[in-house]
Each structure stands twice: as structure tokens, then as C-alpha cells.
């Protein structure tokens, strides 16, 4: 932090600031300019910025260093990339997980986890678990839900991620998950967050539906400085007053989280818009924004699906989606799964 005083202020004034934050456990370095003192501020002291601008003399504060340490560029130059098995998440490969909003039968978690493998998928995503803005809506299998996604997922070499929305769930999710989902709703649910930290199990952190990009980033702080390093974000729309789609996605945080922050991130471009004719657009376009990966709900009968169905792509979608992102994903220098293609006969 960086106290800058007025130009004639006395140095009473200069000496009641750097007693005040003394006092607060913080260590001042005074540099005078010309035209005004500088104090520069570093400790690990609690101080109150807004209090510190109000006293005499002062005529700014400054933040010089993030208020997220271990997830900022500050910390880590080189781009954080998350091994699960053979999966490396954060690389040159722009991964796709998909699969339904949640586990309702065996079928159809089957049949929606082989044509999103069959399309190029590496993980599965799917529900067992799930937040719902009515009380009377589907709210998942719970652990029953859990097998079955599990069971999928191991059938067709597929990954899992899942939502955890308790910290009481943790210990059941660990069982069946690769990698911890944690929704929009609980980004910060900091006792949450505190107890994925203390696991290893990767952790994908939805930005909230009102957060700021720091606020996102210092939510994934919690996990970080509980020791579990494997923490990626992602990208699902924001509330604003545009009623168009369910949210709005913000594209643009794409790049400039990538600027402040070495951990991966993905889009959700389901949640981001909640129109199945919508998804497709933007997953390309976030694809070319330098998005590290994207989350899409494929169901095999979306327009029958218990949760979301507006908004899942048909298994045909998502093939023309993943056939479309291997056209763009090389214009920027990446590349994505063209093993299905291969194996298919498609490659060229």
C-alpha cells in the first residue's frame, strides 16, 4: 500500500499517518519527493484503507499489490496447469467437459456420456447434488446420482466433475469425483472454500452471479492458502439488467483474469445464456478469447430433461460445436481433442 500526502501537508500530519499505521502493526518507509511525502506501507497488519484516506494531510491511497497473493501473476509468472491422470488442464489443449445438468436415470447418463466422449469430450460433467431456485424443483439423486455419473464417466474413459454445495457433502463427492464443482451461489461460502483447501481434490470455482473479478479471485485465494493449488475458474454469466438470456457472459473476463491470475479458466456458456441456440456462439467465441477449457450441458433428450433442458444441446449440437472449435482453437495458437475425428475417418 502507498499512502500519498497532500503537497502541503505538515509533517504533524505525516507523523499522526505513520504513527496510526504503526500502531497497526505495519512497517512505513518514508520517501519525499519534491512536491509531496510517499509513504510506502508493507506488513501484515490490519489496516483500514478508507479510515487511512480520511485523515489530515492525506490525499490518496494506493494499493500496490493485489489483495490475492497466491492466485495473482505476482506470485506464479508461468500458467498453472492441473494434471488429473493423463488430462492436463491449463496446457495448449483447450478442454471440454460436458454432460447433463444432472443424473436422473442410468440410460441417460450412459447414452449422454458416449456421445459427448464420441464428440471429444475429457470429462464428464454432470449433477447429483443440485441447487434449485424453488424448493418443489428436481434436486438430484444425491449419492445414488453419484454412482450413476461415476459409472458413466468409468465406462467411456471419461473424467467427473461434480457439484459440492456443503461441506458435509465433501467426503461422499470424494468418492465418485475427479474434480469439485463449486456453483455460483457458494462462491463464497467461505467455510466451504476453507475445507476444499484442506483436500486435493481439484476444484472448479463458478464466478458469482454479482462478483467482481477480484472478489472471484479472492474467493479462489481460500482454497489456495489451504494448501490445494488445483483450483480453475470459471466463467458463467453475470446478473445485469439485460433479460435477453438467463445471464450475461462476460467474454471480456476471459483475458483479463488471464492478465491478473496464473490459474485456468473455463466458460460456461449453458448457465451464461440459457438458450440452447445461444451456446454454440458463445463457446466459440470464448474458445477465441483464450478461454482454457468450456463446461456445456449435452443431454441425450434435452427437451424432456428434468433440469435445464432449455438450454443442453443435443448430442448432434455438440458435435458440430466441437467440430467448429477445431477450426478455432489452432488460429490461436491451441489445439483440442481430434481422436474422435481420427477414429472416425474425419482427420486430415
Same mark, same amino acid.
Given at each position: ?58 490525499? &490518496? ?15 506464479? %509468472?508461468? +500458467? ?5 491422470? +493423463? ?29 459427448? @466422449?464420441?464428440?471429444?469430450? @475429457? ?35 471419461? @473424467? ?27 462462491? %463464497?461460502?467461505?467455510?466451504?472454500? #476453507?475445507?476444499?483447501? #484442506? ?15 477480484? &472478489? ?33 457472459? +462476460? ?59 432449455? %438450454? ?13 472449435? #477445431? ?22
Amino acid at each position: 500500500m502507498v499512502v500519498v500526502m497532500k503537497e502541503r501537508a505538515s509533517d504533524a500530519e505525516v507523523q499522526a499517518v505513520i504513527a496510526h499505521l504503526v500502531e497497526r502493526g505495519m512497517d512505513v518507509h518514508r520517501s519525499s519527493g519534491a512536491a509531496r511525502v510517499v509513504l510506502g506501507v508493507v506488513g501484515s497488519g490490519k489496516v483500514d484503507r478508507g479510515l487511512v484516506a480520511l485523515m489530515d494531510g492525506v490525499h &490518496e491511497v494506493l494499493r500496490i499489490t493485489e489483495p490475492y497473493k497466491l492466485a495473482s501473476r505476482t506470485f506464479k %509468472q508461468e +500458467d498453472t496447469v492441473i494434471t488429473i491422470g +493423463d488430462l492436463k488442464i491449463g496446457g495448449d489443449e483447450v478442454i471440454v467437459m460436458a454432460g447433463p445438468c444432472s443424473a436422473e436415470t442410468e440410460e441417460q447418463v450412459h447414452a449422454t456420456a458416449a456421445a459427448v @466422449k464420441r464428440a471429444g469430450a @475429457k470429462v464428464l460433467r454432470g449433477g447429483a447434488f443440485k441447487p434449485r431456485s424453488s424448493p418443489y424443483s428436481f434436486q438430484g439423486h444425491g449419492e445414488e446420482g453419484l454412482r450413476m455419473l461415476r459409472a458413466g464417466a468409468d465406462a467411456h474413459d471419461l @473424467k467427473l466433475i461434480t457439484e459440492v454445495m456443503d461441506a458435509s457433502q465433501i467426503e461422499v463427492c470424494a468418492k465418485y469425483a475427479d474434480i469439485f464443482q463449486v456453483g455460483a451461489r457458494n462462491m %463464497q461460502n467461505f467455510t466451504l472454500l #476453507r475445507e476444499l483447501g #484442506r483436500g486435493r481434490t481439484p476444484v472448479m470455482l463458478k464466478r458469482g452471479i454479482a462478483a467482481t473479478i477480484e &472478489e472471484w479471485l479472492l474467493s479462489a485465494e481460500y482454497v489456495l492458502s489451504g494448501g490445494n493449488s488445483a483450483v480453475m475458474l470459471c466463467e458463467r454469466g453475470i446478473r445485469t439488467f439485460e433479460t435477453s438470456t438467463r445471464n450475461t457472459l +462476460d467474454v471480456s473476463a476471459i483475458p483479463i483474469v488471464k492478465e491478473l491470475s496464473h490459474l485456468p479458466v473455463f466458460v460456461d456458456p449453458s448457465h451464461g445464456t440459457g438458450r440452447r441456440d445461444k451456446v454454440a456462439p458463445m463457446a466459440r467465441a470464448a474458445a477465441a478469447a483464450g478461454a482454457d477449457g468450456l463446461l456445456i450441458e449435452v443431454h441425450c433428450d434435452p427437451d424432456h430433461a428434468w433440469s435445464d433442458g432449455a %438450454q443442453s444441446l443435443f448430442p448432434v449440437q455438440f458435435e458440430r460445436l466441437m467440430a467448429e472449435l #477445431r477450426i478455432i482453437a489452432p488460429a490461436i495458437g491451441r489445439s483440442i481433442c481430434l481422436e474422435p475425428m481420427a477414429r472416425r475417418g474425419w482427420a486430415r
